[in-house]
């Protein structure tokens, strides 16, 4: 009368209803750090501006110095007013490590003579390539 019949003995399953998230949690990590190495960060002068509209335009390459005049004439770089005497001194700074284009974002409204004045300071630091910003037609 030992053993009974295994058929009809009462089988008890025991789960812990717990599901292991650490593999999600890898991919997770995995995702994020792909994102960011592979994201391009773009700079920004910190202005709203209007660009004047071009029939010829050119893609330039992603490192650049930008340089944005606002409509009433102000001079900035990285969010701050550096003004055109400023200029020389940011560009020549920046060019020392490494040799970018410098990008002039003028609003369309600012005047010739501020965006060639910048120009001028650009090309005095040793800017070898000068370009200002515009929208496509």
Request: charged share 25%; proline share 4%.
């Amino acid at each position: 009368m030992g053993r009974g019949f295994p058929r009809y003995k009462k089988r008890m399953f025991h789960h812990d209803g717990e599901i292991n998230i650490s593999p999600l949690i890898d991919i997770v990590f995995i995702l994020l750090i792909f994102f960011i190495v592979t994201t391009v960060f773009v700079d920004e002068t910190g202005l709203e501006i209007e660009k004047p509209r071009a029939a010829t335009q050119q893609d330039i390459e992603r490192n650049s110095i930008l340089i944005g005049i606002d409509p009433q004439g102000a001079v900035h770089y990285n969010g701050r007013e550096i003004g055109i005497g400023g200029v020389r001194a940011v560009v020549g700074r920046l060019l020392r490590q490494e040799l970018m284009p410098v990008i002039i974002q003028a609003d369309r409204r600012t005047p010739t003579d501020r965006t060639i004045a910048v120009l001028d300071e650009a090309r005095s630091a040793g800017a070898e390539q000068v370009f200002v910003s515009t929208l496509s037609e």
